[in-house]
């Protein structure tokens, strides 16, 4: 490809011209996770199962640093930043969202245990029948008119949290032959310190297609990836409402207090 | 570690942002840390790169910067500008042509420190995020005191230091595989 043509637009890039099938996918994931030292990384940048990883990981391992200065601290947001109704996904429309009314709880910390209050969440997701709102998703499943699936909330003084959404469906994709990715919410937490940032994915209990698909499998050990799955919750199930689900968030990385409060 | 540490709990791990993120995550002004043309703003902006030189369409940039005088902004507000509360922190979606634009404020250096915003790269292909820092150029002094430019080779250390473009603003590209891959972080 020339660089001087104009960059190809991303759903043609999901297309592979030489799709592998799930056997295929699923023996190569089971041959990185079996040679993965115990030491490595928790999510593996490089990943080929996930076929767009190819040209777009590192090639050198990232270079250990002291954090400084503005690394330490996370931007501050407050109530001021997101209006209270954000958090519930079934409002935003006139009327009622199609799929299964749930909700999602949780608490944000750090490593420490240290529930992590006043800091943002943001979590998008396709609608009940796994299609995503975003104008390039070509998956001819319907969009819902009254469910656009994109949420927020501000952690309270126990670093808790709470959305109301319906459950999303499994959503195709073009990574290899019949890709499915399991039902997903997207989830973007700020933690105490930007070095703490986490963009990741929180996955539903028993769904089939969690060990056929190469995202989740970027994670090499078993019990990362069922740091991703949220627990039905049956106390949080709200009688002929709605299903309860739980699933904390454990952020990583030193911020200004670690340095205040541990020795090292 | 210490003997009286308390017992860890285990992170959870990131994902990629996927290809769907715009209507998650877009806000107003999320690229204008710094209201536009506004005393003492700058453009910070560049190419996102693969490992064939190609153009990234779909990452997502987040820059934290400190204000001109090295103070680390704790102001909030950062999802609702208000057009002159300075909150240090910016998003910006890669154009089809792989660009990223921010407005900001160029930061000082803190407590003696060669100036830096800090960066993450999100990306659909990319599964986990990646630290990095754009280092603001002319600081040669505190550039050589510094831990991690120090202990780089030059070519490295290119890959972390901005220009300066004729009018004033700032250009860096970030290269995430290949020749002139940016240096990574991780703390």
Redesign the interface.
Known sequence: MSTSTPAAAPESLLAAPDQASQRQISDEIAAIHARTPADAARTLHDFAPYRSSVLRHPTKNPRLVDPETIELYSPAFGQRDVAAIESDLTIQHAGEPLGERITVRGRLLDSWGKPIANQLIEVWQANSAGRYIHQRDQHPAPLDPHFTGAGRVITDEAGRYLFTTIKPGPYPWRNHVNAWRPAHIHFSVFGNGFTQRLVTQMYFPSDPLLPLDPIINTIPRQKDRERLIGAYAHDLSVPEISMGYEWDIVVDGPDATWFETEEH | M?ET?????????????????????EYPHQHEVAFPHSPGAILLGGRVL?????????AVI?I???DGDGS?????????RDGHTF???GRAFTS???HYEFWTRE?GS??G?AP???V?V??????????TRIYVPGYEQLQQAD??LA??EAEERATLIATRTPEGHLQHDLR???EK???????
């Open positions: 210490n540490a308390r017992e860890r709990l285990e992170p959870t791990p990131g994902q990629t942002v996927g290809p769907f993120y715009a209507f998650g995550l693969d490992g064939a030189g190609e153009p990234i369409p779909d987040e934290f910067g400190a680390i902004p704790r102001a909030r507000g950062a999802f609702r909150t240090g922190f089809d042509e792989g930061p803190h407590e420190r830096f915003f800090a993450v999100f990306a659909r292909g990319l599964p986990d995020k990646l630290h831990p991690l202990a780089l995430l595989q290949g891959e940016t240096v990574f972080l991780e703390f």
